[in-house]
């Protein structure tokens, strides 16, 4: 069993402390918040807590540091665990800057121990889902793929609303849908633009619409938004032989797949003030329609995978390249968004 110590208590801090307390492969040494009313809580729970940071990194006992605080202060904290000897799990977003993540990839490296994030969305059964259709073919090859999550609550009002601590919603969730987009496009980023909201806060962006072209012509549509009292679609794809979609991530990804183009005779329908046959619906002389089963997900895969590949029987599942495409696809966002047009990249 991998001894685990977490630093930060906050609210993913203690989600991290809650997950190792019920791991098969981890054990919980303890944790530490620079907010004493944090680990008053903690003890509060049975925890036991360090007297600093600098405690955490002196146990020789802990193999696995777990860092969950803003996101301005991951940096230094990563570096200072790897060069302790300890293996590192960060939260997301990584850091704020591609130039920060190469710094902790480099510490790693020099250190000789391990260092991933924690894209645990990974493992959301609606992405799970809609990744499923289209590593199948079932469909064919996707032309684009519309990603979306939509809340009315706005901003916590937390750091996170605060540009030096890397507030906003794209460092928030955005770094989340960018990684599960990236999970199925593999394929070159050619372009891409981005315009942010500003609705409860001029600070940092309370939503965002992210699109991005990739080289073979395919696209990625990705919505963030806190001001949306009606929400769309979780997922929507069209390809190449049908279309898919996953109201939220409760219910079943249903696929209607074309069977056959030509319909002779098509008969009009009523449409508003008029009458169309462009827009007549299909029906199962050339469409087929079915649900596709929830997914089963185990959020704990994450940790076991990082536990093997300590001991070298397993390959990280988030990867330094995936890790570092993601930071630059939103340093290219955040350029996109102050330049208001489209960014050519190569990513």
Known sequence: MKKVAVIGYGGQGAWHCEQVLKSDVCELKGTYDIREVRNDAAKQRGIFVYDSDEAVM????????????????????????LKAGKNVICEKPVEMSVASVDRMIAAAKEAGKLFTVHQNRRWDVDFRAIKQIVESGE??????IESRIHGSRGIP???RCEKEHGGGMIFDWGVHLIDQMLQIYKQKITSLYCRCSHITNKEVDDGFKLDLYFE????????LGTYNFIAMPRFYMTAEKGSAIITDWRHKCHVAKLTKWVEKDVTPVQNAAGITKTMAPRDSLT???????????????FYRNFCLSIDGKAEQIVKHAEIRRVMQVIEAAFMSDEQKQVIAVEI
């Open 287 to 301: 469409l087929d329609e079915y649900d596709i089963e929830i997914p089963v997900c185990d959020v704990h895969e």
């Open 139 to 144: 469909i064919g090859k996707p032309l684009c």
């Open 216 to 223: 073979d012509g395919a696209s990625a549509h990705i919505e």
């Open 58 to 81: 002196a146990d020789p006992d802990v193999d696995i540091v777990v860092v969950a605080v803003p996101n301005d202060s991951h940096e230094y904290l990563v570096k200072d665990a």
């Open 157 to 159: 009002s937390d750091w």
